[in-house]
Structure formats: structure tokens, C-alpha cells
């Protein structure tokens, strides 16, 4: 008589490991699945095709039109080559706003990343209760419309009646009492600069803060073990975490304000004698303005291609500096 004192596998599992994988079973490949993230994908990429690529689409093809007022009442279409990019380039003023455009960029995004940064350093050392106030007055800085923040500060800047003149005035520069910050060119610069560097420091705070916040706190113990300082501690814990940040950060700042339109238009419509345009404003006015909508269309192209080519001289600095680093 025999014992049986194990008993016979039994089961799916017991069954595959007596006879082995199915040669013919299918395999998934590790992470696979499907379409659906191709699927996901669709809606984004038709918004971004609709609204962004075929704008852009149209506008390449007016900007190889002769393109009037004459033209669009009889509908006609008169193709005329590269005439508009030769017109444009071979202009010294386009040259001329080009320079002051990056300049007047260049400026901004300096003062903005610069009080920026220092403001979300603020926030990081501040109490609880001061922070949250100020991060109220932020958010309400930030989601000011453009066109509301531009009115209110040419109220302020107003010549007869604007709080600016009168608390200089009190203080004791009776010269601009009556001061007319839109009759110069720098003037007008200048009061462009603080809205929109007003504008953009929220978001750099914020951000900034927002980073601060994910820094170990071991590292400055650690740091002021080794006897490290309030400076050493900045330089060598806080900035290697912050400068991927900054970096990000600089690189939108600087496309947001290379084509800040609306406040430079609203302020003073490129004013006086157009020498505060910068090439958005240039291109509306050259285009709708004087209704040259061929060469206004080339302006627009033109302004794109500089400032994918600024854009990616930063990034390609950025990328070299990492390299550097690792």
C-alpha cells in the first residue's frame, strides 16, 4: 500500500508550470497600453493645429501677398513673391525697433526675474499670516487684466491729475508737477517697464516660492554645521535647487514680454512719433494701420523667427552650463 503524502498540482498556475508557456501565448511587452495614450493625445494636438497652426499657416501665406484695401473689395489675390521681406529688411526702421525691442526686453526681463526672485525669497522667510497676505496681494497683482492695470497706471501717470506727479511734487520736485511722462521716448519706456514688470513679478514669486519649498531642510542643517553662513547657505543649498527655475522661468519671461503688445499700445499707441514701438506694435501698425496687411503679415513672420532664434541661443547657453555642471 502506498502513500500519497503530496498532493498532484492542480490548477492554472500548477498546469502552466508542469507544461510550460503556450508557444503560442501572446506576450505584452512591459508598459504597454494600447493607443490610448495616442488617443488622449488627439484633442491638444487638433486645439493646437486649429488655433495655433493654421493661424500661423495663413499668416505665411498673406505675407507673400500684395495685400490692400483695393484687394480685399475685389477679392483679388496678387501674389508677389518675397517683395514684402525684401521691402522690410532692406527698411532701417525695422532694424531700428528690432534693436530697441530686444533692449526693451532684455531690460524687463532683468528687473522682472531680479525683484521677482527677491520678493519669493520674501515669502519663503515671512510668517504665516504676512505671507498669506502678500500672496493675496500677488494673486490680485497677477489676475488683473492687462487693459484695467494699463488704465489705472496712466491714471497715475496722468500729467494734471496723476497720484505720481502729485507725491513728487509734495516731496518736493515741483518740476513735475506737471510732468508729461508720455511726451518722451524714455519717459514712455519708463512707464511701460514698471506696469509690466509690475505685472510679471507675481509669477516669479510665487514660483520661486513654490521651489523654495522643496528644499530639504536637512541641507541647511547640515550647511550650518559646517559653520556655513546666511550667504554660503544661499549659494550652496538654495541656488542649485533654484536654477532650473530661473532658467525656465527667464525663457518665458522672455517671450512674454518680446511680445508684449497690448500695454505698449495702450500706454501711448507706439508714441510720440512712433519711437516706442516695439515689433508687435510695428507690425499692427505697419499691417492694419496703414493697411499694408501683405507687409504687416511679413513683419509678424519676421518677429517670430527672432524670437525663436533668441530663444534658442538661451536655451542652447542653458544646455551648455548643465553640461558644464555634470
Same mark, same amino acid.
Given at each position: ?10 490548477? !492554472?498556475?500548477? =498546469?502552466?508550470? @508542469?507544461?510550460? !508557456?503556450? !508557444? ?21 494636438? =487638433? ?7 493654421? !493661424? ?29 521681406? *525684401? @521691402? ?41 499670516? +504676512?505671507?498669506? %497676505? ?9 489676475? +488683473?487684466?492687462?487693459?484695467? #492695470?494699463? *488704465? ?29 511722462? +508720455? ?9 511701460? %517697464?514698471?506696469?509690466?514688470?509690475? /505685472?510679471? $513679478? ?9 521651489? %523654495? ?6 541641507? &541647511? ?6 559653520? =556655513? ?19 525656465? *522661468? *527667464? ?17 501711448? /499707441? ?11 506694435? &510695428? =507690425? ?8 499694408? &496687411?501683405?507687409?504687416?503679415? #511679413? ?14 541661443? &538661451?536655451?542652447? $547657453? ?9
Amino acid at each position: 500500500m502506498t502513500v500519497q503524502t503530496e498532493r498532484p498540482p492542480s490548477g !492554472p498556475a500548477a =498546469a502552466a508550470k @508542469e507544461t510550460g !508557456p503556450a !508557444p503560442d501565448a501572446p506576450r505584452r511587452r512591459p508598459g504597454g497600453s494600447g493607443p490610448a495614450p495616442y488617443l488622449l493625445l488627439l484633442p491638444p494636438v =487638433a486645439a493646437t493645429l486649429v488655433f495655433l497652426g493654421w !493661424p500661423l499657416v495663413k499668416n505665411t501665406l498673406l505675407s507673400f501677398q500684395n495685400l490692400n484695401m483695393r484687394q480685399l473689395i475685389q477679392h483679388l489675390t496678387e501674389w508677389n513673391g518675397i517683395d514684402n521681406y *525684401t @521691402e522690410v529688411l532692406g527698411n532701417a526702421d525695422f532694424w531700428n525697433v528690432t534693436g530697441r525691442s530686444i533692449v526693451f526686453a532684455g531690460a524687463n526681463v532683468v528687473l522682472i526675474m531680479l525683484f521677482g526672485t527677491l520678493v519669493g525669497l520674501l515669502l519663503a522667510r515671512l510668517g504665516k499670516r +504676512m505671507r498669506i %497676505t502678500l500672496l493675496i496681494g500677488l494673486v490680485l497683482a497677477w489676475a +488683473m487684466p492687462t487693459i484695467a #492695470a494699463t *488704465t489705472v497706471y496712466q491714471w497715475l501717470f496722468a500729467s494734471r491729475f496723476g497720484v505720481v506727479n502729485w507725491v513728487l511734487d509734495r516731496a518736493g520736485f515741483h518740476g513735475m508737477a506737471d510732468y508729461n511722462w +508720455m511726451g518722451g521716448q524714455y519717459s514712455t519706456f519708463f512707464v511701460v %517697464t514698471v506696469l509690466i514688470v509690475w /505685472q510679471s $513679478i507675481p509669477f516669479v514669486a510665487i514660483n520661486l516660492y513654490a521651489a %523654495t519649498t522643496t528644499i530639504p531642510k536637512e541641507l &541647511y542643517e547640515a550647511a550650518s554645521l559646517d559653520g =556655513a553662513g546666511a550667504w554660503k547657505s544661499f549659494t550652496s543649498v538654495t541656488m542649485p535647487f533654484l536654477r532650473p527655475f530661473l532658467f525656465a *522661468t *527667464t525663457f518665458l519671461e522672455v517671450i512674454w514680454v518680446f511680445k508684449a503688445f497690448t500695454q505698449v499700445f495702450a500706454i501711448n /499707441q507706439g508714441g510720440p512719433d512712433r519711437l516706442t514701438e516695439i515689433l508687435p506694435v &510695428y =507690425a499692427y501698425i505697419e499691417g492694419i494701420g496703414n493697411q499694408h &496687411y501683405g507687409m504687416g503679415s #511679413a513683419i509678424a513672420l519676421l518677429t517670430v523667427v527672432i524670437l525663436l532664434l533668441l530663444t534658442s541661443y &538661451y536655451l542652447r $547657453i542653458v544646455l551648455k552650463q548643465e553640461e558644464d555642471e555634470l
